[in-house]
Structure formats: C-alpha cells, structure tokens
C-alpha cells in the first residue's frame, strides 16, 4: 500500500510490530521501533507531534533497557523537550512519563537532576490521579524513592517507597502481581540497609514467594531496586 513512501500508518504497525517483538525478546523489534521513529521524523519533519516525542521516549526507553545508556538518555531527553513544547502549562500523562523516564535515565550520572524530574513527575501524576490510587503514581514514588536513597536520603526514600508499597498493596489486594512482588522486595532491602532486618527480611520473604509463584524469581533478584520505566 505505501510502497517508496513514509505515512502515518506505517509508523503505527511499525512501532505495533517492534512492540510485539521486543516483548518475546527479539531485538529486531528495537529496529523496527527505530525504523518508525525515522519515518515519523520525516513526516512531520521540522515539526513537534505527540506520535514523535511519543516514538522518542519509547526508543530511548527500549536502548537504556539493551545498555545504550548514552543513545537512550539523548532520545529521552529530546523527546522530553518536545513534550514540554506540546503541553506547555497543562498536565498530560505522556509529560509525565517522558519527565519519569528521563529521571531515571540520568540516575547513574547526575542524580540530583534525576530527582527534580522525579519529582515533577510525581507531582504531575498525584494531580492526573487526583487522589485515586494507580501504578503509575506508585511507580513515581517508587522510583523518587529509589533516587534519594542513592543521594543518601534513606529516610525520605524509603518513606516514599512504603507509600508506593501501600498503594500496590491496594491495587492488588489478594492476589500476586509482579509490581507488588518487586515492591514488597525492594522495601525489605531498604530496611536492612536501615539496619531493621526483622522486618526487611521478612518484605523480602514475601516479595520473593510472590515472584516465585508468578514464576518471576530470576527477574525479581534482578531488578533489586531497579526503576520503573513507565
């Protein structure tokens, strides 16, 4: 249908197939996302569009994912601008996952910064939620949390962690999810390293059993405290 030609709708099923792909571990999704984000830069070339800066966080997300830290952050970081540009004084949740993504992006390299865009995410996404609990909000606190312990603020990062527990807690209530297991363990290693082992082995216990059962322990030992791109 669009032999020769960049269009819309190829972007789409481009960037849909690389999805598919990248989630059954083949990297040949990354290249079709790539290959999406190239035809959406020539379709609205010298232009800002949400299907662009959409394109950019999701490819430099999926390259920091693969270790291109460096290719990632750029991509992010672009995409990033262009949001602001797109929903200049308006909350919008892409802004705030695009704000999120580039927070943790730069967690490894400049983590002061990496905490302000957390922390605009946050506050983007408690008035997007407006006192509704919901995983992207816990996500934020999560990842805020998971920054400051890296400045040395432990106290405050594991406040905002159990908050995040908390809210996982309510959104799964009696049943197994991923982010409720990774979250029970990751709260459990903060309060070890508080020295409150009691209870940060038994959070850890029950994230492990959780992963287990969800037959996610490998990943859940690999995350340790890892942020959430989301």
């Known amino acids: 249908l669009y032999a020769g030609r960049d269009h819309a709708d190829l972007v789409a099923s481009l960037n849909s197939v690389g999805i598919s792909l990248e989630a059954k571990g083949d990297r040949e999704g990354v290249a079709l996302k790539r290959e999406a984000l190239g035809m959406c830069r020539r379709l609205y070339a010298g232009a800002d569009h949400p299907d662009t800066a959409n394109l950019l966080n999701n490819v430099g ?10 290719g990632g952050k750029a991509l992010l970081c672009e995409g990033l601008d262009m949001m602001r540009r797109l ?8 802004l705030a996952l695009s704000l999120n993504n580039v927070g943790n992006s730069l967690g490894a390299v400049d983590p002061r910064a990496a905490v302000a865009r957390q922390r605009e995410a946050l506050e983007m996404r408690k008035r997007l939620c407006a006192g509704v609990d919901c995983e992207d909000l816990a996500a934020s606190l999560n990842n805020l949390g998971y920054s400051l312990e890296a400045l ?14 908390d809210m996982m807690s309510k959104l799964h209530a ?7 297991g990774k979250t029970l363990f990751n709260v459990g290693v903060s309060l070890e390293a508080m ?3 009691a209870e940060g082995v ?10 287990r059962r969800l037959t996610l322990l490998q990943r859940c030992v690999h995350f340790g405290n890892r942020p959430e791109y989301r």
Request: glycine letters at 14%.
């Open 152 to 165: 040395g603020d432990r106290a405050e990062g594991l406040a905002l962690k159990r908050r995040a527990l």
């Open 61 to 70: 997300d999926s390259l920091i994912k693969l270790g291109d830290h460096a």
């Open 195 to 197: 020295g409150n082992r």
């Open 174 to 180: 009696g049943k197994d999810h991923p982010d409720l």
């Open 87 to 94: 929903y200049a004084g308006v909350d919008h949740p892409d």
């Open 202 to 211: 038994a959070l850890k216990r029950l994230g492990w059993d959780m992963m």
